[in-house]
């Protein structure tokens, strides 16, 4: 089956640092990448949708500016969190998608910003 | 915005007992979508409807697309202690296979052995 690796799996960073999140679909071209954010015991919440080659759709209430999305091919986009702050600590996860498939989802990455 | 109201929030149970959950939405979806999420990793797709109406199995879990396209329900026969996990929702009302998709809230089952 498809697969969607992400990387790191789990990062520790000091508040005002930036990190960068990768997210690759290993054995298939994604024609779409979505990037969502997890809180303990919440639901998924669709942060962007990036397209290759085009700017991200930010969901409503999402910076822009601080989290910058990089689609720079079919099989990887970037998520990077800009100066990161104790309230950025999260579990994100990117799915990829593809025409006639439903999305395939990432293992996740758990940010902790001390 | 599209909003999904899933439940129960959790289940505590005895292996072997059924499970049933439910989503109810405001809005009609055109696909209706049930993952499993266990701790520290990506959902995993386990059913997914298109039509409503449709009832579709996948093992022991079957699922529905209900006919008024405003809700789903998910149930698990004879749980087993790997059942264990969060079950989520998921709602699509675009027409394309990678248009985003809105999730339920989540109900957390736990099983006892």
């Known amino acids: 089956g498809a697969v969607v690796s992400q990387h790191p799996s789990r990062v520790i960073c000091k508040s005002g640092t930036s990190v960068k999140i990768e997210c690759r679909s290993l054995?298939?071209?994604?024609?779409?990448m979505f990037w969502y954010r997890q809180f303990p015991k919440q639901s998924l919440m669709l942060m962007a949708t990036?397209?290759?080659?085009?700017?991200?759709?930010?969901e409503q209430g999402v910076e822009k500016d601080k989290f910058l999305i990089n689609h720079a091919s079919l099989t990887l986009s970037t998520l990077t969190v800009t100066s990161a702050h104790p309230e950025d600590s999260s579990f994100y996860i990117c799915?990829?998608?593809?025409?006639?498939?439903?999305?395939?989802f990432g293992p996740g990455t758990r940010l902790t910003v001390t | 915005g599209q909003q999904l109201n899933q439940s129960p929030q959790s289940m505590f149970i005895q292996e072997g007992e059924d499970v049933s959950m439910n989503c109810t939405s405001s809005?009609?979806?055109?696909?209706w979508l049930w993952y499993k999420q266990e701790p520290g990793e990506g959902p995993v797709l386990l059913i997914a409807?298109?039509?409503?109406?449709e009832l579709t199995s996948n093992g022991r879990l079957t699922a529905q697309f209900g006919i008024t396209r405003k809700d789903s329900f998910l149930n698990i026969s004879a749980s087993i202690p790997s059942d264990v996990g969060i079950y989520f929702c998921?709602?699509?009302?675009?027409?394309?296979?990678?248009?985003?998709?809105?999730f339920g809230q989540g109900t957390i089952l736990t099983v006892h052995p």
């Open positions: 409807l298109y039509k409503a109406g």
């Open positions: 809005s009609i979806f055109n696909t």
């Open positions: 990036s397209n290759e080659g085009s700017k991200a759709t930010y």
């Open positions: 998921a709602g699509r009302a675009g027409g394309t296979s990678y248009g985003k998709l809105t």
């Open positions: 799915s990829a998608g593809t025409v006639g498939n439903e999305q395939y």
């Open positions: 054995d298939f071209q994604a024609t779409t």
